[in-house]
């Protein structure tokens, strides 16, 4: 099975911050790969696919890089609406995995 | 407007069985391969069991294989998961999600509560 390592696990930054949250894959995924934000209580919400496509109607802000083993996602200035967790998934083979998660919290 | 309402959520003793269902109205739902995701309480996602769209083929993750089932009613846009011989571990909301033609889950459900208790 393909190991997702997302780091930092917790994150605190403050309005305006540049964010970049990192996911490395066990082996080589290819762009298959696609990061997703949770709010608590409710269900995740798509942000990128294939590695840097930006999901219809998800702010410019963010935005996704990487191919193989080394993904990023970044958020070019904060905004108070996206403190959540963040997780990645791959889809380059089954058993399909999620990265552990980021919180992103207010400092 | 896509729509994915899973039920069917309930409190289970070890051991038992439950089935817990997802209807998907507002889209061709026989033209998406489907997913089941699960979160226990204060936890991360954890993919749980993919199908295809013609519910061919299945998948499963290491945790629950041989124990759960996957599968869809296209004619009546509606997933299923059967769940047998359930652990404490499985206690979790379940999650329902549309696989996007490119890549990644571009709908999800509200999700549904499973607990599995004595």
């Known amino acids: 099975d393909i190991q997702l390592t997302q780091s930092p696990s917790f994150l605190s930054a403050s309005v305006g911050d540049r964010v970049t949250i990192t996911c490395r894959a066990s082996q080589g995924i290819s762009r298959d790969l696609a990061w997703y934000q949770q709010k608590p209580g409710k269900a995740p919400k798509l942000l990128i696919y294939v590695a840097s496509t930006l999901q219809s109607g998800v702010p410019s802000r963010f935005s996704g890089s990487g191919s193989g083993t080394e993904f990023t996602l970044t958020i070019s200035s904060l905004q108070p609406e996206d403190f959540a967790t963040y997780y990645c998934?791959?889809?380059?083979?089954?058993?399909?995995?999620f990265g552990g998660g980021t919180k992103v919290e207010i400092k | 407007e896509v729509q994915l309402l899973e039920s069917g959520g309930d409190l289970v003793q070890p051991g038992g069985s439950l089935r817990v269902s997802c209807a998907a109205p507002?889209?061709?739902?026989?033209?998406?391969?489907m997913s089941w995701v699960r979160q226990a309480p204060g936890k991360g996602l954890e993919w749980v069991s993919g199908i295809s769209d013609s519910g061919f083929t299945t998948y499963y993750a290491d945790s629950v294989k041989g124990r759960f089932t996957i599968s869809r009613d296209n004619s009546k846009n509606t997933l299923y998961l059967q769940m047998n011989s359930l652990r404490a571990d499985d206690t979790a909301v379940y999650y329902c999600?549309?696989?996007?033609?490119?890549?990644?889950?571009?709908?999800w459900g509200q999700g549904t509560l499973v607990t599995v208790s004595s």
């Open positions: 999600a549309k696989a996007g033609r490119t890549g990644g889950y571009d709908s």
């Open positions: 998934q791959q889809l380059n083979s089954y058993p399909l995995t």
């Open positions: 507002g889209f061709t739902f026989s033209s998406y391969a």
